[in-house]
Nanobody, 120 residues
Framework: QVQLVESGGGLVQPGGSLRLSCAASGSIFRINDMGWYRQAPGKERELVARITSGGVTNYGDSAKGRFTISRDNAKNTLYLQMNSLKPEDTAVYSC??????????????WGQGTRVAVSS
């Protein structure tokens, strides 16, 4: 089995910063693409950022210029550095990962989500 566990969410004032982490564990052979998504109350889930195993990144419009996605392949961990946070960034942030297991099956896994609230 494979698990993704996010951490780093919380309450922050507008203009502040947070760093989210997503640690993958279990029967992992290889982690392919990874990504961060968010869902605000009453809204659909949207892409925040994605990163390939080789480090190529792609950002949603709301994240460009403020957020940075990165990964540590040795630690099987995904990060999201969020700067200049705005109230509209308030959402549950979830990571996902395209993982090839030790049995060579390939599956998209999701974490349970971490809540980010931006408010004064």
């Amino acid at each position: 089995q494979v698990q993704l566990v996010e951490s780093g969410g919380g309450l922050v004032q507008p203009g502040g910063s947070l760093r989210l982490s997503c640690a993958a564990s279990g029967s992992i052979f290889r982690i392919n693409d990874m990504g961060w998504y968010r869902q605000a109350p009453g809204k659909e889930r949207e892409l925040v950022a994605r990163i390939t195993s080789g480090g190529v990144t792609n950002y949603g419009d709301s994240a460009k210029g403020r957020f940075t996605i990165s990964r540590d392949n040795a630690k099987n961990t995904l990060y999201l550095q969020m700067n200049s946070l705005k109230p509209e960034d308030t959402a549950v942030y979830s990571c996902n990962a395209d993982i090839t297991s030790t049995t060579r099956s390939r599956t998209i896994y999701w974490g349970q989500g971490t809540r980010v609230a931006v408010s004064s």
